[in-house]
């Protein structure tokens, strides 16, 4: 039969309703798939992230080495003297009572380097003095062998200058005389005995282990020498080095108003 052009157009009608059923069974299909989960992404992981220092916390910087101890400062102490401290250095008859006398506790520096406490009885007029220029020697860290009342020496003054002892009131007649030294009145002391000897006239020093201190100028540790700063300090307060003797010489000794 041939194809007329009804036949030709029902047929084309035909073919449009099943592409259009054939359509629709597709996307039908498509729809009814469950939808997949999206991965998550990096930026909304549920694992917990690291805390991160504030911005305004500082970070930690290492311990540092503790420094070492600084030495003490210098103390003084200066009170009445019990007669029973005295026992050999005054009594009855001295030229100063012991009520007017004082013992000073105070720090000195000692030829190991170290710090160390000493003791000393001065006339109670010069212990403000003797306060003073210590406290400048131990500043200076000028070193001093020791600091202990004669009385340790039983009063003997040659035993505690053997010892290099440095020492101030002792109730005697000053050396080669009958008239009291300075030291029976409590203003005069003698600093480091063996590194400043008493030199004769004739150059002789009464002590063996001082005889190479002898000469002066001497570059030496706990030496004095004519016009250095231990002479000063005490120049300052008005007491004389016996160092500027003529004749002999007392490199060791300072006395308030000379002798």
Not at 167 to 189: D, I, L, M, Q
Not at 232 to 251: N, P, Q
Request: glycine fraction near 6%; charge should be positive; hydrophobic fraction near 35%.
């Amino acid at each position: 039969m041939s194809n007329s052009p009804l036949v030709t157009r029902i047929r084309a009608v035909v073919a449009a309703a099943v592409g259009c059923l054939a359509a629709a069974a597709c996307s039908a299909t498509a729809t009814s798939q469950p939808a997949q989960p999206a991965s998550p992404s990096p930026a909304t992981s549920s694992a917990p992230a690291s805390p991160s220092p504030s911005a305004g916390t500082p970070t930690p910087s290492p311990t540092a080495s503790p420094s070492p101890t600084a030495p003490p400062k210098f103390s003084a102490k200066v009170t009445k003297v019990a007669r029973d401290r005295l026992r050999y250095s005054w009594r009855p008859g001295c030229p100063v009572p012991v009520g007017d006398l004082r013992l000073i506790t105070m720090t000195y520096w000692g030829f190991d380097d170290r710090p160390h406490t000493g003791e000393m009885v001065v006339n109670r007029n010069a212990a403000d003095d003797i306060v003073t220029v210590f406290r400048r020697l131990y500043d200076w860290r000028w070193p001093i062998r020791k600091m202990e009342l004669v009385d340790v020496y039983k009063g003997d003054d040659f035993d505690s200058i053997d010892a290099d002892n440095t020492s101030a009131f002792n109730c005697r007649p000053a050396t080669g005389s009958s008239s009291w030294s300075k030291h029976a009145y409590g203003r005069a002391v003698d600093i480091n005995p063996r590194e400043n000897p008493y030199v004769s006239a004739d150059g002789s020093v009464a002590h063996k282990n001082a005889r190479k201190f002898a000469k002066r100028p001497l570059d030496e540790p706990g030496v004095i020498n004519p016009g250095d700063r231990v002479v000063r300090a005490f120049e300052r307060l008005d007491w004389e080095w016996g160092g500027y003797w003529s004749g002999i010489k007392d490199y060791q000794h300072f006395s308030k108003g000379g002798g």
